[in-house]
């Protein structure tokens, strides 16, 4: 009944040293773990502070008397089968021992078939007996009311819990028919129905009004259960009872508040409803039944949500749902619904997720029937469509060029860093490869060590090993400096574990920047992480010029494009590189990244000091296609771009700032919007 593999610990009491040590090996050789005790004393402290699964006790053990021991297990470890062994016991010490509760008896030397034969059948017995008392004390002292009863009906035995829901002691009850219960509330025919149930050999269950010793009413749910034996005949009953009063009154209260809920709803002019996460409308008010033509009848009956729906809308109404319960952010909330006479009108849904326990449950929401507005604006579309045809294409013109325009910076960025991941890659593969060299030089030493010394063992086993053998294996450790090994495997390993981390950090971040969002997608981003992966990526450019500070406060996740994001603090971090190289100094500069939050917005702030940027020409560093690198360096688009992407299509700020003496500070903010919920 219980699967868990465990390992068994057999304790072997002996104080015949050659005795023990032979049981021991035998009993390892099984498999087990063994303990070895030389007298009573160490037994028992043995006993009393480890968990042991079988004892080997010789009965003839000198100081503390094995009886003693024996009589200590009967009675504080009764689950603990003890195999006492002798060379020889008279038939009346035998006696003595199984009564005392030993579980078998070996005589010595032990035989090691019938050893393994015995540890298995002690085994299994020790789980027998658990089994046994763990069912014993976890129905005495369950939760659950628990009576038995014989065939008759008179109780047997009550767990604890039926005690404090009744007010009757054991005594009292045991004996009696669970009929002292009854409160006169219940006909004699619904008791009738019960007996011709369980008599019957089927199980019953159902509710009881009982009364208590002091006469106090309760209610109670009972499972009652008939015990058949083999023959197929009823010896017993089980009931399983729980007490139910409250959740009794608390029914009842629920039931009042649907009802002036339901009463509140049905006065609201516009649909609600309520759905399960099968997409099955679970409430609705009693107008949500008009607007859609549908009836109370069709509603018990069950109305899929996703019928109210045009056919050609329902995949983006799923979609949408599955937005909301993931509490992602969208827009696309007017729909075109369906009534079940088949015509089409226009809605809007405004909706919030359903959460129980932390976890989504369905999806609440209120409905709008737009018609009249959607004339209106049918009115005005035909007479502006011209205009709007011409300001689309043109939008989709310019909207296509810039989408190129960014795909080409992040290309091209990807292009200039190519050859510096590539070196920042090898570099890791390559001690890694040398470790591994290493390594297999290692193991061919360990393999000739494992060969002698399984042969020392060999040999000690059979009794033949020699004092020259032994130090013969010795001047093998001295000579293959076996210690060293060790600790240079260790260390190999965790050189070689930090190359790997190098080399999944490189790739990760590569990955993250090269996923790419739709445009408009909007997901949850910590701007932290892009940080760090824009670091990972530009490594090779600054390494050689600056030294990194990082001040990187815990920042709430923003709703942003992160490739947008990551290629703007990829295009800063550059840049700050490449200005520090300008100054042509053998001494590394410094570019120090802080990112801090106030309560509209979270900030970036990289700061290097490098040789600043001139007054005359800082209004124009945003400007498509200005820069004032060398040619051949860098895309030219970088900093128009980034301003683009930062402040029009996330709505933030991207300033400069450049102190008296020298370097640049790029400053950029993101706001974090919270914004409702909406179909």
Known sequence: MFSVVKKVTILVVDDCLPVSTSVSLLIKKLGYDVMVADSGGSALELLKSQKIDALFLEISIPGEKSLEILSYVHEHLSDLPVIVTSAAMSEKEEADVFNMGAFDYLVNPVNSARLEVTIKKAIIESERRQQASLFSVVI?????????????????????????????????????????????????????????????????HGEFHNKKKNG??????????????????????????????????????????????????????????????????????????????????????????????????????????????????????EYLGIRKDGRTFPVLVYTAPIIRDGKPFGIRGLVLDITERKQIEDKLQLLNQTLEERIEERTKKLEKTHQQMILHEKLASIGLLAAGIAHELNNPINFVKI??????????????????????????????????????????????????????IADIFIESQRGFERITAIISSMRN??????????????????????????????????????VL?????????????????????????????????????????????DNGSVYCSIADDGPGIPVEIRD?????????????KGTVLGLSISYDIIVNKHGGTLSVDCSTEQGTVFTLSLPIKTSTSVL
Not at 555 to 571: G, K
Not at 620 to 632: Q, S, V
């Open 513 to 550: 920047f090269s996923f790419r969002h739709t445009d408009d997608e909007r997901v949850l981003f910590d701007i932290n992480n892009g940080i760090r992966d824009a670091l990972v990526l530009s490594r090779y450019e600054y390494n050689n010029y600056a030294d990194i500070e990082t």
């Open 620 to 632: 124009r560093i945003f400007d498509p296609f200005f820069t004032t690198k060398d040619p051949g």
């Open 140 to 204: 005495t002292n369950s939760p659950i009311t628990i009576v038995i009863t014989d065939k008759e009906g008179n109780i047997e035995f009550v767990n604890n819990a039926f005690c404090r829901m009744t007010g009757y002691s054991f005594k009292e009850v045991v004996g009696h028919n669970p009929r002292i219960l009854k409160s006169g509330e219940q006909s004699e025919s619904f008791y009738k129905d019960l007996w011709d149930t369980i008599t019957s050999g089927k199980n019953w």
């Open 435 to 488: 470790n591994f060299t290493t390594l297999n030089d290692a193991v061919s030493d360990f393999q000739k060590m494992l060969t002698e010394y399984r042969g020392i063992v060999r040999k000690f086993e059979e009794g033949s090993c020699s004092a020259m053998e032994l130090q013969n294996m010795h001047q093998m450790e001295r000579e293959l400096a076996i210690d060293t090994l060790f600790k240079d």
């Open 216 to 333: 106090e009413l309760y209610w109670e749910y009972t499972i009652i259960i008939p015990i058949i034996d083999p023959t197929w005949s009823i010896t017993h009953f089980v009931s399983v009872k729980q007490d139910i009063s409250l959740r009794k009154k608390e029914s009842e209260a629920l039931a009042e508040s649907e009802r002036r809920f339901q009463e509140l709803a049905d006065l609201l002019p516009q649909p609600v409803f309520e759905m399960n996460l099968q997409g099955m409308i679970t409430y609705t008010n009693r107008i949500g039944l008009g607007v859609f033509g549908y009836t109370e009848e069709d509603f018990q009956n069950g109305v899929q949500a996703l019928l109210l729906f045009a056919p050609e809308e329902r995949e983006r109404v799923k979609l949408n749902m599955e937005r909301r319960l993931k509490k992602i952010p969208f827009d696309d909330h």
């Open 553 to 597: 406060e815990e920042l709430p996740p923003i709703a942003c494009n992160p490739e947008q994001i990551n290629q703007v603090f990829l295009n800063l971090i550059v840049n700050s590189s490449h200005a520090i190289a300008s100054r042509e100094s053998r001494t590394h500069g410094k570019i120090t990244i802080h990112t801090w939050l």
